[in-house]
């Protein structure tokens, strides 16, 4: 089996290979039929041809999953990984948990300060690092290297996708995530955090992930989630009535309920499960997309703009229907 794009462009499809048993894979090649299927970046979007609703995406780059309909549930169970759920109507089945780690992010907070780094989003830091960005994937690297707080398992994940790899499946401008990062008088990058905007027809939802900071640097998780806040208040339209939600580290859930995070689940539901071996032919297909532009990046002729796509933050718009995805890329070129 194999993810491949369609005629060149951000629609894809799942294939059967040579040796593939067709039998095997029948159920879920039947399945996927019913949806047009779209990259963004390393975020695959799964819009139902019936509806034209967003049923389900899923964030490659974090292995998580959004179900945002109830045909989602079904679709997210062939992919496995953590999927949240996302919106009252859908249907709730057993597999759902409220999962004690899952808290309430807060999108206001009565002490924000200045923070004393220089704040910049994706494309100001690739402008910044534009002689080298091969160089400032491998400092994210690093960071992540010496200040996530991934737990065993995960940081065994996390290298076997190949550091670079990984980074910039997490930090590319397709992806339209909200993004900041923390540099020093240096421009080195002491920290970051990252935010997913997704919508249905019961509200906004923003999940907050990926934030690391370098300590030793006197950054500070207060600091990274301020930047944040002043980022979203700024790109994300309607923020006031979003819903923010993070999964806290293990180990310093009380520094978190200190900075605004709510001190036990308020509801967020959740799916977990191992990657299946759907989820693995989507990481294939992304680790060598991931690949190739990051060979593109050591090249002398490499600009932003043909690797990774030339994109503007402006507003953060939430496409909901393949026509409002079509819209969102005529709005961030």
Request: aromatic share 10%; hydrophobic share 45%; with cysteine.
């Amino acid at each position: 089996m194999k993810l491949v794009p369609i005629n060149g462009t951000s629609l894809l499809k799942f294939e059967l290979e040579k040796n593939d048993d067709a039998a095997i894979h029948a159920e879920f090649l039947a399945a996927m039929e019913k949806y047009e299927i779209t990259k963004q970046g390393s975020r695959i979007n799964f819009y139902n041809r019936n509806s034209h609703k967003l049923d389900a995406c899923m964030n490659v780059g974090d292995n998580s999953f959004f179900i945002l309909e109830n045909d989602g549930v079904k679709l997210s169970a062939f992919f496995g990984t953590k999927r949240f759920v996302l919106g009252a109507d859908v249907v709730k089945c057993e597999e759902m948990i409220n999962f004690a780690r899952d808290r309430a992010f807060p999108l206001v907070a009565a002490d924000d300060a200045a923070v004393p780094f220089n704040v910049v989003t994706l494309p100001q830091l690739l402008e910044i690092r534009k002689s080298n960005l091969d160089l400032a994937y491998e400092e994210l690297a690093q960071l992540f290297n010496r200040c996530a707080d991934f737990t065993p398992a995960k940081q065994h994940e996390y290298v076997d996708a190949g550091q670079k790899i990984d980074k910039f499946k997490r930090f590319n401008l397709e992806n339209n995530a909200v993004q900041v990062f923390l540099l020093d008088d240096k421009n080195k990058i002491v920290g970051t955090c990252s935010a997913i905007v997704l919508a249905n027809a019961q509200g906004k939802y923003i999940y907050v992930y990926d934030e690391v900071v370098d300590q030793e640097a006197k950054a500070s998780l207060s600091m990274l989630f301020q930047a944040l806040r002043q980022q979203l208040k700024q790109l994300v339209s309607g923020i006031e009535q979003a819903r923010a939600f993070i999964r806290v580290a293990a180990e310093r859930v009380d520094a978190y309920v200190k900075l605004g995070c709510s001190a036990e689940n308020q509801g967020q539901l959740v799916i977990h499960g191992g990657r299946t071996d759907y989820a693995k032919v989507v990481d294939a297909c992304m680790n060598e997309w991931a690949e190739r532009n990051l060979q593109a990046l050591k090249t002398p002729q490499f600009s932003i703009a043909a690797a990774i796509g030339e994109s503007r933050y402006r507003r953060v718009a939430e496409p909901t229907t393949p026509a409002a995805v079509s819209e969102v890329k005529r709005n961030n070129p």
